[in-house]
Nanobody
Framework: QVQLVESGGGLVQAGGSLRLSCAAS????????MGWFRQAPGKERDIVAA????????YYADSVKGRFTISRDNAKNTVYLQMNSLKPEDTAVYYC???????????????????WGQGTQVTVSS
């Protein structure tokens, strides 16, 4: 079975940094686009960033452009989200996710993603 396991969340002050990691198993990692979504209480689950199977295409939500960087290491079956200059509005549960891709394509749509991790809490204090 497919498992996506997030780590790296925690409590940080505004302006600080965190790096999230997601270790994948049970899938052919190279042939999946990977993404990070986040969900705050009472809000929809929204995309943060995504990266294609080759790493050649990325997508970022406008709210995180210039602050967050997504990357992947296919040899380690791991995707990362480096989060800098964190803001209180970044507080949410962050979910690692994957969708099957037959080209160097990355989807920004939640319904296109096939597998989800359990999430890791990120809390940014002011």
């Amino acid at each position: 079975q497919v498992q996506l396991v997030e780590s790296g969340g925690g409590l940080v002050q505004a302006g600080g940094s965190l790096r999230l990691s997601c270790a994948a198993s049970g899938l052919t990692f190279r042939y999946y686009a990977m993404g990070w979504f986040r969900q705050a209480p009472g809000k929809e689950r929204d995309i943060v960033a995504a990266i294609s199977w080759s790493g050649g295409s990325t997508y970022y939500a406008d709210s995180v452009k210039g602050r967050f960087t997504i990357s992947r290491d296919n040899a380690k079956n791991t995707v990362y989200l480096q989060m800098n200059s964190l803001k209180p509005e970044d507080t949410a549960v962050y979910y690692c996710t994957a969708h099957r891709s037959y080209s160097d394509y990355v989807s920004p749509y939640v319904n296109d993603y096939d597998y989800w991790g359990q999430g890791t809490q990120v809390t940014v204090s002011s």
